[in-house]
C-alpha cells in the first residue's frame, strides 16, 4: 500500500532552517505532483509548496524566499528546506502525493506529519 514518511521536523529558534524529507514507497512516484501542507492548531491545513512532475516550483506567499521544495524522482523522496524560519511557521507539515488521471479519476495520499515548531 502506498505510503508517505515525513521525518527532519522539530524545535528550533527563530532565523534557524530545517529540512524535511518525505519518502513514499509503492507508489508511482514520477507521475504525482508533490506538496507539502501544514495545519497550525485552530487554523485550516494550508498549502505551502509544490513540485510538478514536470519540475516546476509553487509556494505560498507566506513562504517565498525562505522555502524550497526539491523532488528526488530516482529515490522517490521530495525535500522542504525551510529557511530563516519564523514562529508563524509552526505547525504539522504534511506531504501530499496527488495525480489526476486522463479519466479524471483522483488519487491523493497523505503522510502521517512532522511536528516544526519555531519557538525562542
Known amino acids: 500500500q502506498v505510503q508517505l514518511v515525513e521525518s527532519g521536523g522539530g524545535l528550533v529558534q527563530p532565523g534557524e532552517s530545517l529540512r524535511l524529507s518525505c519518502a513514499a514507497s509503492a507508489l508511482m512516484f514520477t507521475i504525482y505532483d508533490m506538496r507539502w501542507y501544514r495545519q497550525a492548531p485552530g487554523n485550516q491545513r494550508e498549502l505551502v509548496a509544490t513540485a510538478t512532475t514536470s519540475g516546476s516550483t509553487e509556494y505560498a506567499d507566506s513562504v517565498k524566499g525562505r522555502f524550497t521544495i526539491s523532488r528526488d524522482n530516482a529515490n522517490e523522496k521530495v525535500y522542504l528546506q525551510m529557511n530563516s524560519l519564523e514562529p508563524e511557521d509552526t505547525a504539522v507539515y504534511y506531504c501530499?502525493?496527488?495525480?489526476?488521471?486522463?479519466?479524471?479519476?483522483?488519487?491523493?495520499?497523505w503522510g502521517l506529519g512532522t511536528q516544526v515548531t519555531v519557538s525562542s
Open positions: 501530499n502525493a496527488n495525480y489526476v488521471s486522463s479519466s479524471g479519476r483522483q488519487y491523493d495520499y
